[in-house]
């Protein structure tokens, strides 16, 4: 009885608004049970009060960042995708220099991602003198924009979370149009039409949980999440210092309401930076659940995420792209094309390309409605309303704490 009692207080959002909604964010409209909003709101639903406006979760057309020194884009000619093999681009690349700097996002400065794409790149280029740096997108690319206005570039690659950012330098004419050998194949809105970007790798936020320690009691939603049975028992990162994680949160509260993220609050969870942080914590025996990181959707380990049909979770394509400053753009092209080809793409995870099939068992990434793949390139772009969400976020949860993750490399690393 008792668990029927909490499934019926938290079952998704469909008529009233709750009284916990702070006052200048406009109610959500009513839902039909087990209806799941994956469509972002139109700039129009927003409500304007005083100096600021509701929340909403991506109005569509962003307002451009002021342009800077560069010149725009003059050449609109077709770029033609590159016939060249990668053993074809390695000769090439060694010589003009063999020398490549990549600025990637991510968490760890020597694990995870970027020190797994770094270890596996040296291996097979091995006279390819590759320094790639990690640290948070949302540093690397000002540090970029840093770089260029100072006329102090240093990377030849970017492979950032901060989708808006590749929209932006398109316009300013910062990117090199390049489409790698396979842009074909890679699913439509994982590529730039005029090759200005590409997207690399899928990547993956919702919740995760300890199989072991949950036992038969596993959370079946993100619902479940509130439930007394995990107050202490959560681990989360911060959605105000990660905008993938914001999204999951953003999309959260608008599917279960803001009496949701407050009983999420309640439950007293663990907040770290880095969305390794959940996993460790659950690996650590600190918590049972994690949200806001991400597992292998097909994993037979200890720990599993939670994918329900009919609950948001988030996707995306980490996007890739040539500066047009670049001093070593052969290498660079090499890079591109190692990361989108076969030899790097394949059914062990969701795959940015589509005709490399999704690992058994499940549908390419973009076949999921829950995913909102398209959902958060639109959102990346609102930065006014993404800031809104940070700060409504920090009064429920408090605000960020902790050194950042991949440490200080500072203005200029990889020089």
Same mark, same amino acid.
């Given at each position: 009885?008792?668990?029927? +009692? ?43 009060? *005083? ?5 909403? +979760? ?38 003009? %220099? ?7 996002? *991510? ?27 990690? !640290? ?9 924009? $840093?770089? +260029? ?8 690659? @970017? ?6 950012? &590749? ?14 050998? *396979? ?6 809105? &994982? ?8 997207? *690399? ?8 949980? !300890? ?5 038969? $009691? ?7 999440? @509130? ?20 999204? +999951? ?33 659950? $690996? ?5 659940? %994690? ?9 037979? %380990?200890?720990?599993?995420? %939670? ?5 948001? &979770? ?20 090499? &890079? ?18 589509? !005709? ?17 793949? !398209? ?24 605000? @960020? ?15």
């Amino acid at each position: 009885m008792k668990q029927i +009692l909490f499934r019926q207080m938290f079952r998704p959002l469909r008529q009233a608004p709750v009284p916990l909604r702070p006052a200048f964010i406009e109610p959500l409209p009513p839902q039909r049970k087990g209806t799941l909003v994956t469509s972002l709101p139109s700039r129009r639903r927003l409500l304007v009060t *005083g100096a600021g406006t509701a929340i909403g +979760l991506g109005a569509l057309g962003a307002t451009a960042s002021p342009a800077s020194a560069a010149p725009a884009e003059s050449s609109r000619g077709s770029v033609a995708e590159d016939t060249r093999t990668l053993d074809e681009l390695y000769r090439d690349a060694i010589a003009e %220099g063999g020398k490549l700097v990549v600025y990637a996002g *991510g968490d760890l400065a020597d694990s995870g991602s970027g020190a797994g794409a770094r270890a596996a790149f040296r291996q097979r280029f091995p006279e390819i003198d590759l320094k790639l740096i990690v !640290d948070y997108s949302k540093y690397h690319d000002v540090r970029v924009d $840093n770089q +260029l206005a100072t006329d102090t570039l240093v990377p030849d690659v @970017v492979q950032l979370q901060t989708l808006h950012d &590749f929209t932006r330098w398109k316009r300013e004419g910062r990117l090199l149009r390049y489409k790698p050998a *396979g842009f074909g194949k890679l699913y439509k809105k &994982f590529r730039d039409p005029d090759g200005a970007w590409v997207a *690399g790798a899928v990547i993956a936020f919702s919740y995760v949980y !300890d199989v072991a320690a949950a036992g038969a $009691n596993a959370p079946q939603s993100p619902l479940d999440l @509130v439930d007394p049975r995990w107050k202490n028992a959560v681990a989360s990162s911060y959605p105000h210092d990660d905008d993938a994680v914001l999204y +999951l949160y953003a999309l959260y509260a608008q599917t279960y309401g803001w009496d949701w993220v407050a009983a999420l609050a309640a439950q007293q969870p663990q907040f770290a930076r880095g969305s390794f942080s959940p996993s460790t914590a659950i $690996n650590e025996k600190r918590a049972v659940v %994690g949200v806001g990181t991400g597992a292998s959707p097909t994993s037979t %380990g200890p720990i599993r995420m %939670g994918r329900p049909e009919g609950h948001p &979770f988030m996707a995306w394509g980490q996007r890739i792209a040539i500066l047009r400053q670049a001093a070593h753009p052969t290498a660079a092209k090499l &890079f591109l094309s190692w990361q989108i080809s076969t030899e790097r793409q394949t059914s062990n995870a969701w795959s940015v390309r589509t !005709d490399v099939a999704p690992p058994a068992g499940l549908k390419p990434i973009w076949e999921y409605p829950e995913a909102n793949v !398209d959902g958060f390139p639109r959102f990346m772009e609102d930065r006014a309303a993404v800031e809104r969400w940070k700060q409504t976020f920090a009064l429920y949860f408090g605000e @960020v704490k902790g050194d950042p993750t991949p440490g200080w490399p500072g203005l200029h690393p990889g020089a």
